[in-house]
């Protein structure tokens, strides 16, 4: 209960676990993919929407204007039936034209089988007596000047009715506008003869720019005049328009062919350069040659009350000329109504649900990835806690070999080696114990006899507690060495070292003890040829690190064995920083076990578990000798046959040419 307690009390909120945060970061990723891919497809789509909805509207106004062409210039809708299947097959749309209550006019499906049925709505009323300038392609809706006043007529310009020029008039207005654009021509103003629906022939400047026509001598008088057709049809429409303002107690008008009106009885002035005047519906971009004044608002009520009478006039006027109001139903060949593209609510929540599932998808496939990451992790973090408060730790298991695997092995690794140091650390304290004890109780006892008179303290008695002082002393400095080493503060001398001197001097220290245990103990040569480089090193700790190699060895060695000691040259001689001085004890000992190599020169680890004081001393001697290699820059290793011996090697590295004074092992 309280490890589980424990546990609860380490574990990370959510908001700070890699569980929490690989979750976010997946979930926002998941985020942003939705909708950035939702807007690019709603992007596309509406670009596609909007392009086929251009179309279709392009395709529905030019059906509708040509359509509303026909109606303007025929009485009836007989013979529209060539015109309609002439669009149908253009546009590849059914086209039907009915009346007002349905009845079939023209169908560009008729035939076998039955047309479906049509749809519900229409798609529009073709009416030339009333655009609606939605529709229309700006034939429909023309601003008329009136006098000094406009408005906004919704006739078709090509509903011209009785102010139709028969071909004499026409062609007579048809030379005098020629004329006088020959006469416009000459006068450096390029210049056009255009004609309007009825007939009548009007002048467009090329260039659009009225004010250049000031000052010319090409008058437009004849073009001015209305023709007896005009005339008559003028007449009429001021009789219809007058019996409408006679109703309202208003006052008669004459009408101009502009439209405007003169209520004092005068003729209507015209200006000496004025161009032809449109006739009625002619729409605003047939362009006047000569600037007139702009037009004002209907601003009084007797205005608006004549240009309403002169509407329904002109209405009253063109009925007969002009076919009946008529529906227009556009739909796709199989009967349905043209498609409409728009993002309703059932879209909407289709695509909110789509983008739902995806990101639940992507927060679930996230909870199991993250769920089994971090799983080994916590597994990790369980078993340092317990390494932690001094518990066994059971091995983490490796699931997959990948990086938290790897982690995992390396924390077993680790985990291991900590628990051998542990154990090592132990036998540490049992070997420097029973190493100062041996001698402390020698002397103690040694002193104890001295003290009771049964020890006389002669030279062998004086002997005795000398040697056992002085294996006090050795345990000491070797515990003192490997301090120094792991605090990063042993001092080196360096200094020039003959390198056969230094070998000559070990085995001469070591033979006496190579002499009692019956090895034989040589410095073999230097090969023939290949002279040792020079060395730079501490030549103090150079000797203390081959004793103890040599007096491991001799430790090792049966009676009758051998140990020898050679140095040479490693390495390549034309580059100094690869070439290395080797420094060799050989042995024809025991050997060591290759599963026990790798622990040689680890502190107070001993082949011999015994301790006995023939075999072994206190496990430090090794470890002190690869502290001492690595300090002088170089390495020691060991290569062992068991029953055949060891050969245990230093390589260290050349001399500099100028030595420094001192060097700081860290």
Same mark, same amino acid.
């Given at each position: 209960?309280? =490890?589980?307690?424990?546990?609860?009390?380490?574990?990370?909120?959510?908001?700070?676990?890699?569980?929490?945060?690989?979750?976010?970061?997946?979930?926002?990723?998941?985020?942003?993919?939705?909708?950035?891919?939702?807007?690019?497809?709603?992007?596309?789509?509406? %670009?596609?929407?909007?392009?086929? $909805?251009?179309?279709?509207?392009?395709? !529905?106004?030019?059906?509708?204007?040509?359509?509303?062409?026909?109606?303007?210039?025929?009485?009836?809708?007989?013979?529209?039936?060539?015109?309609?299947?002439?669009?149908?097959?253009?546009?590849?749309?059914?086209?039907?034209?009915?009346?007002?209550?349905?009845?079939?006019?023209?169908?560009?499906?008729?035939?076998?089988?039955?047309?479906?049925?049509?749809?519900?709505?229409?798609?529009?009323?073709?009416?030339?007596?009333?655009?609606?300038?939605?529709?229309?392609?700006?034939?429909?809706?023309?601003? @008329?000047?009136?006098?000094?006043?406009?408005?906004?007529?919704?006739?078709?310009?090509?509903?011209?009715?009785?102010?139709?020029?028969?071909?004499?008039?026409?062609?007579?207005?048809?030379?005098?506008?020629?004329?006088?654009?020959?006469?416009?021509?000459?006068?450096?103003?390029?210049?056009?003869?255009?004609?309007?629906?009825?007939?009548?022939?009007?002048?467009?400047?090329?260039?659009?720019?009225?004010?250049?026509?000031?000052?010319?001598?090409?008058?437009?008088?004849?073009?001015?005049?209305?023709?007896?057709?005009?005339?008559?049809?003028?007449?009429?429409?001021?009789?219809?328009?007058?019996?409408?303002?006679?109703?309202?107690?208003?006052?008669?008008?004459?009408?101009?062919?502009?439209?405007?009106?003169?209520?004092?009885?005068?003729?209507?002035?015209?200006?000496?350069?004025?161009?032809?005047?449109?006739?009625?519906?002619?729409?605003?971009?047939?362009?006047?040659?000569?600037?007139?004044?702009?037009?004002?608002?209907?601003?009084?009520?007797? !205005?608006?009350?004549?240009?309403?009478?002169?509407?329904?006039?002109?209405?009253?006027?063109?009925?007969?000329?002009?076919?009946?109001?008529?529906?227009?139903?556009?739909? !796709?060949?199989?009967?349905?109504?043209?498609?409409?593209?728009?993002?309703?609510?059932?879209?909407?929540?289709?695509?909110?649900?789509?983008?739902?599932?995806?990101?639940?998808?992507?927060?679930?496939?996230?909870?199991?990835?993250?769920?089994?990451?971090?799983?080994?992790?916590?597994?990790?973090?369980?078993?340092?806690?317990?390494?932690?408060?001094?518990?066994?730790?059971?091995?983490?298991?490796?699931?997959?070999?990948?990086? @938290?695997?790897?982690?995992?092995?390396?924390?077993?690794?680790?985990?291991?080696? =900590?628990?051998?140091?542990?154990?090592?650390?132990?036998?540490?304290?049992?070997?420097?114990?029973?190493?100062?004890?041996?001698?402390?109780?020698? @002397?103690?006892?040694?002193?104890?006899?001295?003290?009771?008179?049964?020890?006389?303290?002669?030279?062998?008695?004086?002997?005795?507690?000398?040697?056992?002082?002085? $294996?006090? $002393?050795?345990?000491?400095?070797?515990?003192?060495?490997?301090?120094?080493?792991?605090?990063?503060?042993?001092?080196?001398?360096?200094?020039?070292?003959?390198?056969?001197?230094?070998?000559?001097?070990?085995?001469?220290?070591?033979?006496?003890?190579?002499?009692?245990?019956?090895?034989?103990?040589?410095?073999?040569?230097?090969?023939?040829?290949?002279?040792?480089?020079?060395?730079?090193?501490?030549?103090?700790?150079?000797?203390?690190?081959?004793?103890?190699?040599?007096?491991?060895?001799?430790?090792?060695?049966?009676?009758?064995?051998?140990?020898?000691?050679?140095?040479?040259?490693?390495?390549?001689?034309?580059?100094?920083?690869?070439?290395?001085?080797?420094?060799?004890?050989?042995?024809? %000992?025991?050997? @060591?076990?290759?599963? !026990?190599?790798?622990?040689?020169?680890?502190?107070?680890?001993?082949?011999?578990?015994?301790?006995?004081?023939?075999?072994?001393?206190?496990?430090?001697?090794?470890?002190?000798?690869?502290?001492?290699?690595?300090?002088?820059?170089?390495?020691?290793?060991?290569?062992?046959?068991? %029953?055949?011996?060891?050969?245990?090697?230093?390589?260290?590295?050349?001399?500099?040419?100028?030595? %420094?004074?001192?060097?700081?092992?860290?």
């Amino acid at each position: 209960m309280r =490890r589980a307690g424990e546990n609860d009390r380490h574990r990370l909120p959510l908001r700070k676990s890699l569980l929490g945060r690989l979750l976010a970061v997946s979930a926002l990723v998941a985020a942003c993919s939705v909708a950035a891919t939702a807007w690019l497809a709603v992007q596309t789509t509406s %670009g596609a929407i909007e392009q086929e $909805q251009g179309q279709n509207l392009t395709a !529905d106004t030019r059906i509708h204007d040509t359509l509303l062409g026909y109606a303007a210039g025929h009485p009836t809708w007989d013979g529209v039936g060539a015109t309609v299947r002439e669009l149908a097959d253009e546009s590849g749309r059914r086209i039907t034209l009915t009346t007002q209550s349905r009845g079939i006019l023209a169908d560009s499906a008729d035939g076998s089988p039955p047309p479906p049925a049509l749809p519900p709505q229409a798609s529009a009323v073709v009416d030339p007596m009333s655009v609606d300038a939605a529709l229309s392609s700006g034939a429909g809706s023309a601003t @008329i000047p009136v006098g000094m006043r406009s408005r906004t007529d919704r006739v078709d310009p090509r509903a011209v009715g009785p102010f139709r020029l028969p071909d004499s008039e026409r062609a007579s207005l048809r030379r005098a506008a020629e004329e006088v654009a020959r006469c416009l021509n000459r006068s450096g103003i390029a210049s056009d003869v255009v004609e309007g629906p009825s007939g009548r022939p009007r002048i467009q400047d090329v260039g659009n720019d009225p004010d250049r026509l000031q000052g010319t001598r090409c008058t437009t008088e004849d073009l001015d005049r209305p023709t007896p057709t005009e005339e008559k049809a003028l007449s009429a429409l001021s009789r219809l328009a007058n019996a409408c303002l006679s109703r309202q107690s208003r006052e008669p008008v004459r009408l101009g062919l502009d439209l405007s009106w003169d209520t004092a009885g005068e003729p209507f002035p015209v200006p000496a350069t004025a161009a032809p005047t449109p006739v009625p519906g002619r729409a605003p971009r047939e362009a006047r040659v000569a600037p007139s004044p702009e037009p004002t608002a209907l601003t009084s009520e007797n !205005d608006r009350a004549i240009a309403s009478c002169v509407a329904i006039a002109r209405r009253e006027q063109l009925s007969s000329y002009v076919a009946p109001p008529a529906l227009l139903f556009i739909s !796709d060949p199989g009967g349905g109504a043209v498609p409409a593209f728009d993002l309703s609510p059932a879209n909407t929540a289709r695509i909110t649900g789509v983008a739902a599932l995806v990101l639940a998808l992507t927060v679930g496939a996230s909870v199991l990835a993250g769920a089994r990451l971090v799983r080994p992790l916590h597994a990790l973090t369980g078993a340092a806690q317990r390494m932690r408060d001094g518990e066994d730790s059971a091995p983490v298991v490796v699931a997959a070999d990948n990086e @938290i695997g790897r982690l995992a092995a390396a924390f077993n690794d680790m985990s291991a080696h =900590r628990a051998r140091l542990e154990e090592q650390r132990k036998v540490m304290v049992s070997d420097v114990a029973h190493e100062l004890r041996t001698p402390l109780s020698n @002397i103690r006892g040694w002193l104890e006899g001295a003290q009771d008179g049964i020890a006389e303290p002669d030279a062998m008695f004086i002997s005795s507690l000398l040697e056992e002082a002085v $294996q006090l $002393q050795h345990i000491i400095d070797d515990l003192q060495d490997l301090s120094a080493a792991d605090a990063g503060v042993l001092r080196l001398h360096p200094e020039p070292v003959r390198i056969e001197e230094l070998l000559a001097h070990v085995a001469a220290a070591h033979q006496a003890q190579a002499d009692a245990a019956e090895v034989r103990l040589t410095v073999a040569a230097s090969t023939a040829g290949a002279p040792l480089p020079a060395l730079t090193a501490d030549p103090v700790r150079l000797r203390q690190a081959m004793g103890n190699l040599v007096s491991n060895a001799v430790r090792h060695t049966p009676a009758g064995g051998r140990v020898t000691l050679r140095a040479y040259a490693t390495g390549s001689g034309e580059e100094e920083q690869r070439q290395r001085v080797a420094l060799e004890v050989a042995d024809t %000992g025991s050997g @060591i076990p290759a599963e !026990d190599l790798r622990y040689v020169f680890d502190r107070f680890w001993r082949a011999e578990k015994s301790r006995s004081r023939r075999t072994g001393g206190s496990g430090l001697g090794l470890a002190i000798v690869r502290k001492l290699a690595e300090a002088h820059g170089g390495t020691a290793d060991v290569v062992s046959t068991v %029953g055949e011996g060891s050969v245990f090697t230093l390589r260290l590295p050349p001399a500099v040419p100028e030595p %420094g004074d001192a060097a700081l092992m860290r």
